[in-house]
């Protein structure tokens, strides 16, 4: 596999790391936001402003990262923002604080999401494109089977203990945003055209 190349190894393993924790929530999210008060409207609500906030952001900034001649912050910027959106979850149980963060996480989604791509892409050649991409795509797989695995697994232990396990997710997402500091952009001028973007200028 010597078409991994070390920058593809750490996406990968970031991915990895940052689906573990989503989606170590993903089975439980239902639930405890409907034991803390939210009506089924209301989750659904809920999930389809964060879902239409990432949809929009990811043309958004993959368009300014374009401009910017620079990839790895906005990767970077883009995982912080989905661990930390974790234990915030956690933190108070009011309907407008839960909207927030779970828009921070879908938010950080759509920031990384354009730039993380032009990454993998400039890692490959055109013989390899479909391999990297394919490789990323398996550990990004691999760890959304370890998250709701070990959140069964926590669960049988400490039935209905949901909100540790929003703590407990932001371990793996620390360890995505460790694994992020060693990205490095390649040497590449920004676009020369240095004007203001708008939101809906990737459209």
């Not at 910017?68 to 912080?80: C, D, E, L, M, S």
């Not at 069964?152 to 460790?178: K, R, S, V």
Request: aromatic letters at 16%.
């Amino acid at each position: 596999m010597k078409y991994i190349t070390r920058t593809v190894w750490i996406l990968s393993l970031v991915s990895l790391f940052t689906d573990m924790a989503s989606e170590m929530l993903y089975p439980i999210m239902p639930i405890y936001l409907k034991e803390i008060g939210f009506s089924i409207i209301l989750i659904g609500i809920l999930e389809g402003v964060a879902e239409a906030v990432a949809g929009l952001s990811k043309g958004y900034f993959g368009k300014l990262s374009d401009n910017a001649g620079k990839r790895v912050p906005f990767v970077q910027i883009g995982y912080v923002f989905s661990a930390i959106s974790k234990p915030m979850m956690a933190f108070f149980i009011y309907p407008l604080w839960i909207f927030f963060a779970r828009t921070i996480d879908r938010f950080g989604k759509g920031i990384r999401t354009g730039a993380r791509d032009a990454i993998l892409s400039d890692e490959a050649t055109p013989e390899t494109k479909g391999k990297i991409f394919g490789f990323h795509r398996s550990m990004d797989t691999f760890g959304a089977v370890l998250g709701p695995a070990f959140a069964l697994l926590y669960l049988y232990f400490n039935p209905q203990d949901y909100t540790t396990l929003f703590y407990i997710a932001f371990i793996p997402g620390c360890i995505a945003i460790l694994a992020s500091l060693f990205l490095k952009d390649k040497n590449k001028t920004a676009n020369k055209l240095k004007t203001a973007t708008p939101f809906f200028s990737f459209i």
